[in-house]
């Protein structure tokens, strides 16, 4: 039991990678708060499962990590429910793919404003907390995309992932030395977020991978829940690849 009395707040729990974390989280014993913004009925479903399984305490929060007053709000929730915040997990995101020529600027700043600036939000409120405790850590989940470009199609996704990294290196500094900050840069992953992807797509992908296959998001999860733990105290302001040895042309 990894994390026994941690209590951990995970942005995006309701579905795919975040969803797995909440479960191999509570499963090494931590307290998890089960952050979502649309999906109501698989955030009940978690938080059940994780209570019938684990006897998890947790607290389920919807909040939009677009605004900020909501986040404000899930974070003094959670303050109030647990008296802290241990562990961060910045998980939450959207990508979607369009053509370079139908991308607007709006379709641009609602990326940006979900998974950069919503992961710079949650992480300014959380950490005012963490350090008031001088103690904490912040696990920022990036992407391949952030280094490697697959289709201009995801620009302003790959954009915003690049930036996290950026908040990753920025946010250690920053925070140092009580909080550690790193990241995960998952690599093609089998979730929602793929869904849209042809047989041939995937196939082409999975040629550029030594292992030959998407991860599957437990894979991911696992490595975030050891980034979690005591056993990762003196890793900080690191970017973690986990993508099956992908060989970027
Ligand atoms: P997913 O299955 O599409 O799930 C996305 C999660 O983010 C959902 O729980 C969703 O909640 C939440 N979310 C989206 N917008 C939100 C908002 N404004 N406020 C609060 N929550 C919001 O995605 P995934 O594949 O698990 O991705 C998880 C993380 O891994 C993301 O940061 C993603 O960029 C990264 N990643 C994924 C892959 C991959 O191949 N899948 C590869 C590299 C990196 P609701 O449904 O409740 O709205």
């Known amino acids: ?24 989280v509570a499963k090494e014993g931590a307290n998890v708060i089960i952050n979502y913004n649309n999906s109501i009925k698989q955030a009940k479903e978690l938080e059940q499962l994780l209570k019938k399984e684990f006897d998890t305490k947790t607290l389920l929060v919807k909040a939009d ?46 990326i940006l404003e979900t998974n950069l600036v919503g992961t710079f939000l949650v992480s300014k409120h959380v950490s005012h907390h963490m350090l ?16 490697y470009s697959y289709y201009p199609e995801s620009l302003d996704y790959d954009a915003s992932k690049a930036g996290i990294i950026s908040l990753t290196h920025n946010l250690a500094l920053h925070l140092s030395p009580y909080i550690t900050v790193n990241a995960v840069s998952p690599g093609w992953t089998k979730t929602d977020m793929n869904k849209e992807l042809s047989k041939e797509q995937i196939e082409k992908e999975e040629e550029k991978i030594l292992l030959k296959r998407f991860a599957q998001p437990q894979e991911i999860a696992k490595v975030i829940t050891f980034l979690s733990s005591d056993d990762a105290n003196y890793i900080n302001n690191q970017i973690i690849n986990v993508d099956g040895g992908e060989k970027y042309e």
Do not use: P, W
Request: aromatic residues 6%.
């Open 1 to 24: 039991m990894k994390l026994k009395n941690k209590t951990i707040l995970i942005t995006g729990a309701s579905r795919g990678i975040g969803y797995q974390t909440a479960y191999e």
């Open 65 to 110: 990590i677009k605004n900020e007053q909501e986040i404000i709000e899930m974070v003094n929730n959670s303050i109030k429910h647990f008296q802290k915040i241990d562990v961060l997990i910045n998980n939450a995101a959207i990508c979607k793919d369009t053509t370079f020529e139908d991308k607007t600027k709006e379709n641009f700043m609602e």
């Open 132 to 147: 008031k405790e001088k103690s904490g850590k912040i696990i920022n989940i990036a992407s391949t995309n952030a280094t």
